[in-house]
């Protein structure tokens, strides 16, 4: 999967602005410029806001999904795939949009460019953190509110451990997204290594098949990925228990470890 036009986005006017933004690692220029360039792209915007909510209304509509399952313990399968369609805006904002946008500025020498005026790449980077990590909330809520309102979907009734564990899979799907891009030198690697990536983080977090549904076995091992144990946190919160410490643990190791990894491989040039 991929979203069509993130490659190919006009370069960021943010070297205006000088006087202001000297070696500054965050400039509201920069993401205000990075914000109107995402809105103006359908694919990313559909894929990374629409799409998990697209996916769980179709999935409503089939009437089994709307029925209580042993298999889910008593729940409905619409009920168990609400976290899993929270946690799919994270997964592709942070490893097909975001990659693509820097690799296509390093790419076509934006990045070079901005490190030589009083705008630092850093900056940008950061924006693109911000309005990803945004769009991917903002899926996160239409997901909820759709779930609730169209299929009478509970919300969260932990929604302070709801929210952290949310927040942790946001860092860490950036995180993982920060390091698709260091390890990428052009869009089409970017497209590469991410879509190998997207895809075993998909199965973890419960597309295919929630966690509650796996084997125990399976289940187990899943949530010692950053993702599984983000939809196993988001599922406890969601029933109304506190998240399991050491689930948001495995997604604050997993974000601390690759926000490092990202650190230290990630090149401007």
């Not at 084997?215 to 919160?237: C, E, K, Y």
Request: glycine content about 8%.
């Amino acid at each position: 999967m991929s979203t069509p036009g993130t490659a190919t986005r006009p370069a960021p006017t943010a070297a205006a602005p000088r006087a202001r933004t000297l070696g500054a690692p965050f400039d509201s220029s920069v993401l205000r410029t990075e914000a109107r360039l995402f809105a103006r792209e359908p694919g990313a915007l559909f894929w990374v806001v629409l799409f998990p909510t697209v996916l769980l209304l179709i999935l409503g509509a089939i009437t089994s999904f709307r029925r209580p399952d042993a298999s889910y313990g008593g729940l409905r399968p619409i009920d168990a795939y609400v976290p899993v369609a929270v946690l799919l805006g994270l997964i592709v904002g942070g490893l097909q949009s975001m990659p693509q946008a820097l690799t296509g500025y390093r790419e076509r020498g934006i990045l070079r460019r901005m490190s030589t005026t009083p705008v630092r790449p850093a900056a940008l980077l950061s924006a693109q953190m911000v309005v990803f990590g945004g769009a991917a909330l903002v899926s996160a809520l239409l997901a909820l509110a759709v779930g609730r309102l169209v299929y009478d979907v509970a919300l969260p009734k932990q929604p302070g451990g709801y929210l952290l564990a949310l927040l942790l899979a946001v860092l860490v799907a950036l995180a993982l997204g920060a390091v698709v891009s260091a390890l990428s030198p052009t869009t089409k690697v970017a497209g590469a290594v991410g879509s190998a990536v997207f895809f075993p983080m998909m199965f973890c977090a419960g597309v295919w098949l929630p966690v509650q549904a796996m084997p125990d076995t399976l289940a187990s091992i899943v949530g010692l990925t950053p993702f599984g144990a983000a939809a196993q946190a988001l599922n406890q919160a969601a029933a109304g228990d506190w998240p399991s410490w050491s689930h948001l643990g495995v997604v604050a190791a997993w974000a601390v470890l690759l926000s490092a990894a990202a650190t230290r491989w990630f090149r401007w040039e």
